[in-house]
């Protein structure tokens, strides 16, 4: 009987820690080899928006003279950001929350960041379903398109050592913080903003800090006085059609998973992609007098723009509404810029800023739980008019913050290396004057 006694209890004892070390288990989540699969898909579709993408879309919009120096702030920036971020970069964005501000530096380097012979779980960091690493590249691939996406308002006029020393200093002193109030777990995140895949991390502040160098710098050598106009339409609208490929990686690769939510924000994106081309295309044909392809490309962009910071949490008829608007406030945008007295040289506050701003305050007005779930975000339409609240302010803070901050910067490359080429460089183009070398042979 005493033998018997002894048994059960030993048996006890074992099932108990085997079953504690199960419950372990089952606290993180499965490393899934479809969603694997896919964010490794979609973290190349994000490179692709960059290189060629944008360099394309920039470059055909630039003069022949400058197209060269266009593209290279759009490759640089691939090369730059992505070692600025593996060494601290990713550790200010997603490390342990300070104060709601930044992370912390425990992750310089990527110290701590599990790799795949290491006894540490290789998805412990941020519990999802792919490596950490996997996380840390295709977050650092929106830090770099989004460096790229400032140079278009200041293109043909910043030198390129400006280019190089002020983006260092943007990632680590902007875009990292901004990240980290958004989705590291910061004072955005805690207030209950809502931002699916970057409307207010990368569109709004690439547009406002666009803004603040274009303002800082002043219009271009002719500007207002000679005709300014793309060189290469045809590079234009190749440049766009790989976005636009590409951004399906940038929003529905930011479900992080091969689930229903990346279909629904695939399918958010194209339709609101769609409706803005369509309604810009339509407002110029009856404004402007003729439908362009500068026009139907430039309104594809604000389309996914909008629809960035949704696609995630509205139905496909409200990606319709936000496409369609989308299209005609950044067309006016853009039309008006030469009366507001600026030279966004390749309108990315227009187009970033203007339909950022709307897409970030229409997802706090269509957050739907058809979408989301019964217990998920809601927006003013569902009534829940405080989520739209929460959008206005982390859009006022965004705006103000990156402005202010990125004029800082500005002021400090500017003392340091100086930020505009001399008038003769600028008059012969920074092919020649900065690179050395001709676009066309």
């Known amino acids: 009987m005493t033998n018997l ?96 501000v930044i992370g912390s530096l425990a992750h310089l380097g990527l110290s701590g960041i599990p790799l795949p012979g290491s006894e540490v779980a290789p998805n412990i960091n941020m519990g999802l379903t792919i490596p950490d690493s996997l996380f840390v590249v295709f977050q650092g691939v929106f830090a770099v398109i989004t460096v790229a996406l400032i140079s278009g308002s200041y293109a043909e006029r910043f030198k390129f050592g400006a280019f190089i020393l002020f983006s260092v200093m943007w990632v680590t002193f902007i875009y990292a913080p901004l990240a980290h109030w958004v989705w590291g777990g910061g004072w955005l995140a805690r207030i209950g903003a809502l931002d699916f895949a970057g409307g207010t991390v990368v569109h709004i502040a690439s547009g406002i800090s666009g803004l603040a160098a274009s303002m800082y710098l002043g219009k271009r050598i002719g500007y207002g006085n000679v005709r300014i106009i793309p060189h290469n339409v045809p590079m234009v609208v190749t440049g766009a059609g790989l ?54 490309a430039s309104g ?66 269509f957050a739907s739980t058809s979408i989301t779930g019964p217990t998920g975000a ?45 008038p003769d460089s600028e008059v012969i183009g920074l092919n020649q004057a900065e690179h050395c070398e001709s676009p066309y042979n």
């Open 5 to 100: 006694l002894i048994y059960f209890f030993i048996s006890s004892i074992w099932l108990l820690l085997n079953t504690d070390i199960a419950f372990a288990e089952e606290a993180l989540p499965a490393i899934d080899s479809g969603s694997v699969a896919w964010v490794l898909a979609a973290t190349a579709m994000v490179v692709l928006m960059t290189l060629p993408g944008l360099a394309l879309f920039y470059g055909g919009l630039s003069r022949s003279k400058n197209v060269l120096s266009t593209i290279m702030y759009s490759f640089t920036s691939l090369a730059l950001v992505s070692i600025v971020w593996v060494l601290w970069g990713y550790s200010l964005a997603f490390g342990e929350d300070i104060s709601g």
């Open 243 to 296: 976005l636009w490929f590409g951004w399906f990686g940038f929003n529905a690769g930011s479900a992080v998973a091969a689930d229903g939510l990346a279909a629904s924000a695939f399918l958010a994106t194209n339709t609101a992609a769609a409706a803005a081309a369509l309604s810009w295309l339509g407002i110029e044909w009856i404004h402007g007098k003729s439908p362009t392809a500068i026009g139907i």
């Open 378 to 422: 809601r927006g003013l339409l569902e009534g829940n008019p405080a989520q739209l609240w929460i959008q206005i302010e982390a859009t006022i803070a965004t705006l103000i913050f990156c402005f202010v901050g990125s004029a800082i910067i500005l002021k400090v490359v500017d003392l340091l290396v100086g930020l505009r080429p001399d």
């Open 300 to 365: 594809s962009v604000a389309g996914l723009v909008a629809i960035t910071p949704a696609a995630g949490f509205v139905t496909p008829m409200a990606s319709v509404v936000i496409g369609t608007l989308a299209g005609v406030l950044c067309y006016f945008a853009v039309y008006y810029k030469h009366k507001m007295g600026y030279d966004d040289a390749l309108d990315v506050f227009g187009i970033h800023a203007v339909g950022g701003t709307w897409g970030a305050l229409a997802t706090g007005i």
